[in-house]
């Protein structure tokens, strides 16, 4: 007797949130970067109870049609790559066509969006099924709800962390997207507390002031440095400023956060001995590389990437922090010896 059977769509896309729906601070990530990659120069995050009550990012983006608002909302439906070379240069942070399948299925989700600004639509979901949608007045760009999130997966709410860490991991990756994002506009506030608020003024030295304050963010060293394949840049803090641990590194790679032992290690040796073993400094790293250069098809959440010049790339990031590092001490020296 035959014992195998296909699993329902609303059951498939529960298990493809378990990967790509961790914890509240995904929902947001997924969010702001569909935002991002809808081109928008506003973007607004809103959340209430660590993120499991609601979460609200509101964009001034591209909106999605509304003959598109069914596929937006269905898994591998996506409107970044449609061929199989496209998989090998990935220029937007989103292509798996995952994140709004995967919340829809394990919340109530409400959208409004438009694409003109003058007639838009608005649905509402919940598991993973669509329950109304209509047409509603809406200014240009789209604006997702996310309410009570993994209610009907009860496993998942055992598994997360206390409201306090949830929340700061929701912090954390807004910090870092809007520190790879210098040129966009972003509100954080949490149950209507404004915690982050970036000018979008391409000022990453400004938007470094308002995450970790001016006192620091006014003695970072600038750094930049190119070869053919990359180009690195970004800010760095002075030797004597230190953390224990990495969380202060951002690494930012064409404007996706990504966590990279090889080139976190590759910042570490540009300090070198200036910086005692086990501290971290403050930086922030730009890289820009041809899509072509980079993996990023290698876990759902896309955190992890794989570099085919790795070893290059980690070289020129040393040496150009070594001379930033060296230029600002000489000039350091010298002032004092004015
Ligand atoms: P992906 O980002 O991998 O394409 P998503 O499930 O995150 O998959 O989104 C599906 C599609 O919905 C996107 O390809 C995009 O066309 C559309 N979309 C999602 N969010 C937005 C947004 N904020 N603005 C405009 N379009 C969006
Ligand atoms: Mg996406």
Redesign the pocket.
């Known amino acids: 007797m035959a014992k195998i059977h296909e699993l329902s769509e609303t059951l498939t896309n529960q298990i493809a949130a378990g990967e790509v729906i961790e914890r509240p601070a995904s929902v947001v990530k997924?969010?702001v970067?569909?935002?991002i990659?809808?081109k928008a120069s506003q973007i607004e995050i809103e959340f209430i109870d660590a993120g499991l009550k609601e979460v609200i990012v509101r964009?001034n983006?591209?909106?999605?049609a509304s003959e598109?608002l069914d596929l937006?909302f269905r898994r591998h439906?996506?409107?970044?790559i449609s061929k199989e070379r496209d998989l090998f240069k990935i220029a937007t942070l989103?292509?798996?066509?995952?994140?709004?399948?995967s919340i829809v299925a394990v919340s109530h989700t409400e959208v409004i969006?438009s694409t003109d600004g003058i007639k838009g639509v608005k649905a509402e979901f919940a598991g993973g099924e669509k329950l109304s949608e209509e047409t509603h007045a809406s200014t240009k760009g789209?604006e997702?709800k996310v309410s009570d999130l993994f209610y009907n997966t009860p496993a998942r709410l055992k598994y997360l962390k206390s409201p306090r860490t949830e929340t700061m991991k929701i912090v954390d990756i807004v910090n870092r997207l809007a520190l790879g994002h210098s040129e966009i506009a972003f509100t954080l506030k949490n149950e209507g507390k404004l915690l982050l608020k970036t000018p979008g003024n391409n000022n990453l030295r400004q938007d470094l002031a308002n995450i970790y304050g001016r006192f620091i963010a006014k003695d970072m060293i600038e750094f930049s440095k190119e070869d053919p394949d990359f180009k690195v840049s970004g800010l760095l803090s002075v030797p004597e400023t230190t953390r224990s641990n990495r969380n202060f590194v951002s690494i930012l790679l064409n404007g996706r956060y990504i966590k990279n032992y090889q080139l976190t290690k590759a910042i570490l040796a540009g300090y070198g001995s200036k910086i005692a073993q086990g501290r971290y400094p403050i930086a922030v790293i730009l890289i820009e590389l041809d899509p072509f250069l980079v993996d990023v098809n290698v876990h759902p959440t896309k955190e992890q990437v794989r570099l085919s010049k790795e070893k290059e790339l980690s070289r020129l990031i040393t040496e150009g922090i070594s001379t930033a590092l060296l230029e600002n001490t000489s000039q350091v020296s010298a002032l004092a010896n004015l």
């Open positions: 997924e969010l970067e569909n935002a990659d809808a964009d983006g591209s909106g999605i598109d937006a439906a996506t409107s970044k989103g292509f798996r066509g995952e994140a709004l399948a969006t789209t997702i």
